[in-house]
């Protein structure tokens, strides 16, 4: 029998992920049993949409590419939209890269700032409108006495905006600090990326002292650009939560306001998702500048 629809319980439900891991007793999808599974766990949601929308990106990008080319030939709207997104990337690395050469920089930074991008208009989405429809889908195909747990379409958890999940936008940020320690240790060597992180700010006889401060200063930084991203998404999420109660828990007239309210944030919202996905490509590229800067500072 399904629990009553409570605020708290409808808050709970939409910031609640779809997990999967290993319990003691084999694999499980039940959300009573994520306690029990430990670091085998997995946020199938979030992953299925991250792949997905990645899939998509490569699929739009490969849809504007034009069979042939000629003078007569004239790009279709899709196509000027992927060349401009491709010159306005290509025009921040450059001011950030200048004469450095590196074929991966450009390449990375369009996906980080486009798969970012569709992940974030996720949010744009009637918060109630994929759930239920996957509830309803797994309820219909999965609910059973096999996944008793599945009882009502209510009990299914499915977030659809994977950078509202800290283990993405941390997994992100994690891969962006490796290429940095790579490229650092690459194109200045083992001795001068240790001598960074040893010799200043105090010089070589604060060497301790040094590493910690330079250590902190070097670990915040993947933290922060994932815990950016996540905080802001999360934020907007929970807005947009907030509106739907305004809309099905109040009276006629609140429900009107929140309607107003709720187009009102996805309009301006439209510039916090666009902003944050520059935000995380545009530091993606100073933080590989700066791995690839050999002068003495």
């Known amino acids: 029998m399904a629990k009553e629809l409570t605020t708290q319980s409808y808050i709970d439900h939409h910031l609640t992920n779809l997990t999967c891991g290993k319990t003691p007793e084999g694999w499980s999808c039940n959300p009573y049993d994520v306690e029990q599974m430990g670091f085998w766990a997995f946020h199938v949601d979030s992953l299925f949409w991250s792949v997905f929308l990645g899939a998509l990106f490569i699929l739009i990008f490969k849809m504007a590419m034009p069979r042939s080319v000629s003078a007569d030939t004239t790009p279709s709207g899709l196509q000027n939209f992927v060349e401009m997104s491709i010159e306005f990337v290509e025009d921040n690395v450059q001011s950030l890269f200048g004469s450095v050469k590196n074929k991966l920089i450009a390449p990375l930074a369009l996906t980080v700032f486009v798969w970012i991008l569709l992940m974030n208009l996720m949010d744009l989405i009637p918060v109630d409108f994929i759930p239920v429809l996957a509830g309803h889908l797994a309820f219909f195909f999965v609910g059973g006495p096999e996944h008793a747990w599945i009882n009502s379409p209510e009990s299914f958890y499915f977030k659809v905006v994977p950078t509202t999940d800290p283990n993405i936008t941390l997994g992100m940020a994690l891969a962006v600090f490796v290429l940095t320690i790579y490229y650092s240790i690459r194109v200045k060597g083992l001795k001068a990326f240790v001598a960074e992180l040893t010799l200043h700010p105090f010089g070589k006889y604060l060497i301790p002292v040094n590493f910690i401060l330079e250590m902190v200063n070097f670990i915040a930084k993947p933290i922060s650009l994932g815990l950016r991203l996540f905080g802001n998404l999360y934020a907007g999420e929970m807005i947009f939560i907030l509106i739907a109660l305004m809309l099905f828990f109040s009276s006629i007239p609140i429900g ?25 490509m545009a530091l993606t590229i100073a933080y590989l500048a700066m791995a690839h800067e050999t002068e003495e500072h």
């Open 256 to 280: 009107t306001l929140g309607f107003g309210l709720h187009l009102v944030w996805a309009l301006f919202h439209i510039l916090i998702v666009a902003l944050q996905a520059f935000i995380f």
